[in-house]
């Protein structure tokens, strides 16, 4: 009996493990079966969908335009030179003072040419009555043709002298040759002034230039009259108008510009050195396709977009007419209310899935009568 017992036991234990070997077998398989199956779930999900940002297209107005930079320049300034020399008696005008063109600036001493003009005034005079005294000699036959040439030669001499000492005594009094205003004055009461010397600078402020050098290929879309919109640093906020004064006929063979002269009207915020940002409207499309400029790809090649259709990225390439900038003009390969992919575009390839977030906004709800934004043209 105990042997009976002892085998009985054993083949317990055996049976014990074999049953505890094939659990844990199943147990490998169905674990195996479970990892297959998610992998299987996961190759069935694909990618995950790349979150951007789109914008619809739509109708606005647009211009086309021209901008640029220039500084604003006086039309008209004169240095005042002194055209004698002399100690100035009486400085009349100061800095920033608006001058009319004639108005006197300064007196200088004029003793001196004073006392010049009346020695040639004697000598004048003189000279004057020994002619006459010859006139009357010669119808006499008492002096000779030869001697009234000489006498009426030194008479014209002495009267040309003496117009000389008078300009130089109306030379003490220096008046202003333009009208405008004193940008600088560089004397003051009691200095001694010699002839020639710089002592007030006068700008005609009336009237303001900026001249802009212009690429060749725009020479036939800018013309004289049209209408010149400018912004300076110095004002911020603040916008002023102008025209197209006058075009340089030539093109400068160097740099491939031509000149085009703005004129605007000073005296009153502006003032010359100012810097300008110049736009120059040349024309208008009051029904255009536009799309946000930043949706368009920086690749090279033809200009694209990608756009949304059902769920997934399309790279879609479009003909761009003027470009602004915050827009840009689709002429072609875009209908009204497509989605355009403003950012996350970087991540986009072709067929890519997309999930759309934030706000989804036409590209330009531009109400009627609103103003025209100004544009370059694409080329």
Not at 17 to 44: F, H, N, Q, R, W
Not at 220 to 228: D, E, H, P
Request: a neutral charge; proline letters at 4%.
């Amino acid at each position: 009996m105990p042997a009976i017992a002892s085998s009985n036991g054993r083949f317990i234990r055996r049976a014990g493990l074999v049953l505890i070997a094939c659990t844990l077998a199943l147990s490998a398989c169905k674990k195996g079966d479970g990892d297959a199956m998610a992998k299987d779930k996961e190759g069935d999900k694909g990618p995950d969908a790349i979150p951007v940002e789109v914008m619809a297209a739509a109708k606005r107005p647009i211009a086309a335009s021209y901008t640029g930079t220039a500084p604003l320049e006086a039309r008209g300034e004169s240095q005042v030179v002194a055209k004698t020399s002399g100690v100035a008696l009486d400085v009349l005008v100061e800095e920033g003072q608006q001058v009319k063109a004639g108005q006197p600036l300064v007196r200088l001493d004029a003793s001196r040419a004073q006392l010049q003009a009346a020695q040639t005034a004697a000598l004048m005079n003189k000279l004057e009555a020994n002619y006459k005294r010859s006139v009357t000699l010669a119808e006499q036959k008492l002096m000779s043709a030869n001697d009234i040439d000489t006498i009426r030669f030194d008479l014209e001499n002495a009267r040309a002298a003496n117009r000389l000492a008078n300009l130089e005594l109306s030379y003490a009094n220096v008046v202003a040759p333009i009208s405008g205003v004193i940008a600088e004055r560089k004397i003051k009461d009691g200095n001694f002034v010699q002839i020639n010397t710089p002592i007030f600078r006068i700008v005609d402020n009336s009237q303001l230039e900026a001249t802009l050098n212009v690429p060749e290929r725009e020479v036939a879309t800018l013309q004289s009259g049209l209408t010149v919109d400018l912004a300076v640093d110095a004002l911020p906020g603040k916008k002023f108008q102008g025209t197209i004064d006058r075009i340089a006929p030539v093109v400068d063979a160097g740099s491939g510009t031509f000149r085009v002269i703005c004129t605007f009207d000073g005296g009153g915020a502006l003032q010359p050195g100012m810097f300008g940002r110049i736009r120059i409207d040349y024309d208008q499309r009051t029904d255009a396709l536009v799309v946000p400029r930043v949706a368009l790809l920086e690749d090279e090649g033809e200009a694209a977009v990608f756009a949304v259709k059902q769920g997934k990225a399309v790279r879609v390439p479009v003909k761009l007419g003027y470009l602004d900038g915050q827009w840009a003009e689709v002429r072609d390969g875009l209908k009204v209310g497509d989605q355009v992919v403003t950012a996350g575009k970087v991540a986009l390839r072709e067929g890519s899935p997309v999930t759309i977030v934030g706000d989804q906004k036409p590209a330009a709800p531009a109400a009627a009568g609103k103003g025209v934004a100004a544009a370059t043209a694409a080329r």
